[in-house]
Nanobody
C-alpha cells in the first residue's frame, strides 16, 4: 500500500523560507512523477512543482525561481524548498505520486490525473 505523509508546514512571515517533506512508503515504480500541489481557501487546487524519474523538474510560473523540488531516494522522501514566501503562497500543500508518468514539457506541469497517490496535506501560512 502506497502512503505519502507530508510535514514541515508552519506559519512564517513574508520573505521567509520553509522546507516541506513528504515521506513515501510502498511506491516502488521505476518510472514516475512526484509533485507538490496547493489549495488556498476558496480556490481550486493548483500544481506547484513536479519531478520525474529522469530527473526533470518543472514549476508553476508563480513559484519559479523561489521553490525547488527534490527527492532523496535513500530516504524515500520528496522535498519542496520554498524561499521568499509571500502571503499568496498561503495554502494547504499536498504531495502526490504517479506511476508511468513523464514530464513531457519543461514549461508544463503534469496534469492532476497522472497522480494516483496523494498525501493528507500540510498547512503553510505566510503573514505580511
Amino acid at each position: 500500500q502506497v502512503q505519502l505523509v507530508e510535514s514541515g508546514g508552519s506559519s512564517v512571515q513574508a520573505g521567509g523560507s520553509l522546507t516541506l517533506s513528504c515521506a513515501t512508503t510502498g511506491f516502488t515504480y521505476s518510472t514516475y512523477c512526484l509533485g507538490w500541489f496547493r489549495q488556498a481557501p476558496g480556490k481550486e487546487r493548483e500544481g506547484v512543482a513536479a519531478l520525474d524519474s529522469e530527473g526533470l523538474t518543472t514549476y508553476a510560473d508563480a513559484v519559479k525561481g523561489r521553490f525547488t523540488i527534490s527527492q532523496d531516494n535513500i530516504k524515500n522522501t520528496i522535498y519542496l524548498r520554498m524561499n521568499s514566501l509571500q502571503p499568496e503562497d498561503t495554502a494547504m500543500y499536498y504531495c502526490a505520486a504517479g506511476a508511468w508518468c513523464h514530464i513531457l514539457r519543461l514549461d508544463m506541469l503534469p496534469p492532476d490525473y497522472q497522480y494516483k497517490h496523494w498525501g493528507q496535506g500540510t498547512q503553510v501560512t505566510v503573514s505580511s
